[in-house]
């Protein structure tokens, strides 16, 4: 009898266990997610960083780059715009590239039928576009990064990869997406850029292909010109088309720029002097969208100097509302490029004054200016009499339409090298920076692969010049 109690009291124990184990599921929280969450949350993580900004020694790629295009000014604190700046990519690889990666492999594991495999197609290739847009910028602000063994949870010390070598795949694998896409199909039920719209998408990655051949076009012309001619037929074509993100009005799904200015009330962040100099002298309508005037002026404060945040123009109405969209590339950025396509003879684009009136036009459309007409017949704004070579011409204006998109802004300054612009008095380095240095962290986790990075560039300096910047 004793012999069977105790099988029944074994059996009972391995019943019970199995039960506690069950006990331990968290029925409230989700332990896996579908794919389109993992992807919203990278887009949505990637808004952040576009809209962010800091006025201080540490920041992403974002948002100390807003202050060195000079676009607008710190008047508080003085690190940023001085350039006594340290930098990390962590948001950009935990916030947006794991994301990405998660939800790669969660469509990758779904089930293909005859009804979905279209639009599994099209996720994948929607996702890729995001990935190579993201990898894109992190190349084109440090040169070499972790690509290759980036990502990899049991790897706390990847290597670096070459920088040209990853940007020329990032193209080659952004054009074998697009071609993969079927932009009659399915992709997303929603999403927070185009709400599962495939076409738009598609047109996303044709500008996104123009712009990252035309950052080459100097150090890799036979390969910029190939992808300029595959992108050229999709690319924007109206502000309709453009890659935005809108943001709601309640927290925490407002931007991150109303945080900072409304939310946090920042007195820090004013126009500054080159940039309201500039619209002054042009008597840019665009000015009352930009900046708030001071008492019926539009004043921009000198770069880098600590002064009176009241006396100077501080960031329009607009930006201080909680839903402004987040631009990652619009119709404007692509009808300059084609203008410069039309310069440098590229894919059969012809009319480069056409082109450049149009980027200005989208502009003045985008933020709802009226007066287009009349600020293109000026002699310093018109193509055929405006100062200095078509670099010039396109890149001051360029300028004006990118503000508000900071990384994008200070790109274009290096690679165009307009605006001419100086470093404040008293910087860490004595011109505009070019690069960013790698993250400190950096070199205390992974010292060895680091300093083999900072070799290859050149030095890890802000006065290195990256491969594409080639003049």
């Not at 930098?87 to 969660?106: M, P």
Request: with cysteine; hydrophobic share 40%.
């Amino acid at each position: 009898m004793k012999k069977y109690f105790l099988i029944y009291i074994t059996f009972l124990f391995f019943s019970c266990s199995n039960d506690l184990e069950n006990l331990n599921i968290d029925e409230k929280n989700a332990t896996s997610a579908p794919a389109e969450t993992f992807f919203n949350f990278a887009l949505k993580n990637m808004s952040d960083l576009e809209s962010d900004l800091t006025y201080g020694s540490n920041g992403s790629p974002y948002t100390l780059s807003r202050l060195w295009s000079q676009q607008i000014s710190s008047v508080t604190y003085n690190e940023g715009t001085t350039y006594f700046s340290n930098f990390n990519w962590t948001n950009v690889y935990l916030g947006v590239l794991i994301n990405l990666q998660e939800s790669k492999e969660v469509i990758e594991n779904t089930v293909q039928t005859p009804m979905n495999t279209v639009a599994l197609q099209n996720q994948l290739s929607i996702l890729e576009i995001l990935r190579v847009y993201s990898y894109s910028k992190l190349v084109e602000s440090f040169g070499n990064i972790p690509y290759s063994e980036a990502l990899d949870v049991n790897n706390i010390s990847p290597a670096y990869d070459d920088a040209e070598t990853i940007y020329l795949d990032l193209l080659a694998k952004l054009n074998i997406a697009l071609d993969n896409m079927d932009d009659s199909g399915a992709s997303w039920s929603d999403d927070l850029m185009y709400g599962g719209n495939t076409e738009l998408w598609k047109k996303f990655g044709r500008s996104l292909q123009l712009l990252m051949a035309m950052r080459i076009v100097d150090s890799n012309p036979q390969v910029a010109e190939t992808n300029i001619i595959a992108a050229l037929p999709g690319v924007f074509t109206s502000n309709a088309d453009n890659a935005t993100v809108n943001h709601l009005d309640a927290q925490p799904n407002t931007t991150a720029l109303y945080l900072d200015l409304a939310v946090g009330n920042r007195k820090d962040f004013v126009g500054s002097k080159p940039f309201i100099d500039y619209m002054n002298n042009l008597d840019d309508p665009r000015r009352s969208v930009y900046f708030k005037s001071v008492n019926g002026d539009f004043i921009g404060a000198p770069s880098g100097i600590v002064v009176n945040y009241d006396s100077y123009s501080e960031m329009g109405t607009l930006f201080y509302q909680p839903n402004t969209a987040v631009i990652f590339i619009d119709y404007s950025t692509v009808e300059f490029l084609l203008a410069e396509a039309a310069e440098r003879n590229i894919g059969g684009v012809v009319n480069a004054e056409l082109h450049y009136n149009n980027a200005i036009k989208a502009s003045f459309e985008y933020y709802q200016v009226d007066g287009v007409e009349a600020y293109l017949l000026q002699p310093e704004v018109a193509y055929s009499t405006a100062s200095g070579n078509w670099k010039e011409k396109i890149g001051m204006q360029k300028w004006v339409a990118l503000y508000n998109q900071g990384l994008e802004a200070w790109t274009e300054y290096r690679r165009l090298d307009y605006p001419q612009l100086s470093a404040p008095t008293g910087s860490y380095v004595n011109s505009v920076p070019v690069r960013l240095i790698y993250p400190i962290s950096e070199q205390t986790l992974n010292r060895s692969n680091y300093e083999a990075a900072a070799a290859a560039v050149g030095g890890d300096l802000l006065t290195t010049k990256l491969f594409w910047d080639k003049y």
